[in-house]
T-cell receptor, first 114, second 116 residues
Framework: NAGVTQTPKFRILKIGQSMTLQCAQD?????MYWYRQDPGMGLKLIYY???????DKGEVPNGYNVSRSTTEDFPLRLELAAPSQTSVYFC?????????????FGPGTRLTVL | AQSVTQLGSHVSVSEGALVLLRCNYS??????LFWYVQYPNQGLQLLLK??????LVKGINGFEAEFKKSETSFHLTKPSAHMSDAAEYFC??????????????FGQGTELSVKP
């Protein structure tokens, strides 16, 4: 199992550009999450999905969009990138049998918006 | 709203010394509690969790944590630090009720340094 994979690892964007951060998992997990990590702030939930076709906002969804057309993939779309979106982005997944099940994290995407 | 506070953004210990990382949560109903570790340039991985039952929880790599309801705390300890323990540690909670999606709420993290 590859687990949770994310691409790209690094990206520099100019203000106003758009991009999609890719996330895939091969564990057949129903639940998937997108977090952003800023220094000294911990991780904040951007969006999450409880299954294909079902997504919902987290704590900090403004400026982002998601879709979930398959169980495996959960891409995060940034429209009109802003410097405030400079961050490290983590995707995670877990199986759906219990809220106490471990979330498995990808290696992250480091995004800089200049 | 639930929140998690980790006391100390940086903790430095000598190799072989006790590691103590502090975590307090705010909630009228005790949540489920987790500790995650993040090694440099990697994603997070689960160290241990408390759900129900025994309040002293053992995790990987010799770490353990004790849930104290009266103190709303879930501090992480390890009797003897190793150089390989240097990492950032995150305390997290997930509410027991009204928790659509099983969302985690993270503390701000504590960076642990281990001196030789």
């Amino acid at each position: 199992n590859a687990g949770v994979t994310q691409t790209p690892k690094f990206r520099i964007l100019k203000i106003g550009q758009s991009m999609t951060l890719q996330c895939a998992q091969d564990m057949n997990h129903n639940y998937m999450y997108w977090y952003r990590q800023d220094p000294g702030m911990g991780l904040k939930l951007i969006y999450y999905s409880v299954g294909a076709g079902i997504t919902d906002k987290g704590e900090v969804p403004n400026g982002y969009n998601v879709s979930r057309s398959t169980t495996e993939d959960f891409p995060l779309r940034l429209e009109l990138a802003a410097p405030s979106q400079t961050s490290v982005y983590f995707c995670a997944s877990r199986s759906g049998t219990s809220v106490t099940n471990e979330q498995f994290f990808g290696p992250g995407t480091r995004l800089t918006v200049l | 709203a639930q929140s998690v506070t980790q006391l100390g953004s940086h903790v430095s210990v000598s190799e072989g010394a006790l590691v103590l990382l502090r975590c307090n949560y705010s909630s009228s109903v005790p949540p489920y509690l987790f500790w995650y570790v993040q090694y440099p340039n990697q994603g997070l991985q689960l160290l241990l969790k408390y759900t129900t039952g025994a309040t002293l929880v053992k995790g990987i790599n010799g770490f353990e944590a004790e849930f104290k309801k009266s103190e709303t705390s879930f501090h992480l300890t390890k009797p003897s630090a190793h150089m390989s323990d240097a990492a950032e540690y995150f305390c997290a909670v997930t509410p027991m009720i009204y928790n659509q999606g099983g969302k985690l709420i993270f503390g701000q993290g504590t960076e642990l340094s281990v001196k030789p």
